[in-house]
């Protein structure tokens, strides 16, 4: 992992990243279109944070900060890639921004059904809040 590094989104690496969450990561959201992802790296340029080793993609995380709250979406490693300390290094980059920022704590939508990745979210020191549920209103067709 010597080469690895994190950086900041651009314009010019969202048809890579849309690429890539088709092979890494699970699920998809209604904004996983060029047209959310261009909006969000316009808005907040620094809230996708791409993970590079021998000048090929191998992970993302989104560390969406509003000013009161800090929320991490799409941390995806590629599946030839996992196990090796790149969500970690992802997380830790994610983490240092919402420092930077101001954030307090830090939240993460995990699929009940994914399983690995609720066991990396518990090994980085996350844990679930039952209490809580989400409730979604799409606001486009």
């Not at 092979?23 to 791409?50: K, M, N």
């Not at 009161?68 to 997380?91: E, F, K, M, N, T």
Request: charged share 30%.
């Amino acid at each position: 992992m010597n080469d690895l590094r994190t950086r900041a989104a651009g314009p010019e690496d969202l048809d890579a990243v849309l690429a890539f969450w088709k092979v890494a990561a699970e699920g998809t959201s209604i904004s996983d279109d060029r047209d959310g992802v261009e909006r969000l790296v316009a808005r907040d340029p620094g809230a996708l944070i791409l993970a590079e080793q021998g000048g090929a993609l191998v992970g993302t995380v989104i560390a969406g900060f509003d000013g009161w709250r800090c929320h991490l979406y799409r941390l995806a490693v590629h599946p030839d890639r996992r196990r090796q300390g790149i969500g970690s290094a992802l997380l830790a980059a994610a983490e240092d921004r919402f420092v930077r920022l101001g954030g307090r704590r830090a939240d993460a939508m995990v699929l009940v059904r994914n399983e690995r990745a609720q066991h990396a979210w518990r090994a980085a020191g996350y844990a679930p809040e039952e209490q809580w549920r989400r409730w979604v209103k799409p606001l486009t067709d």
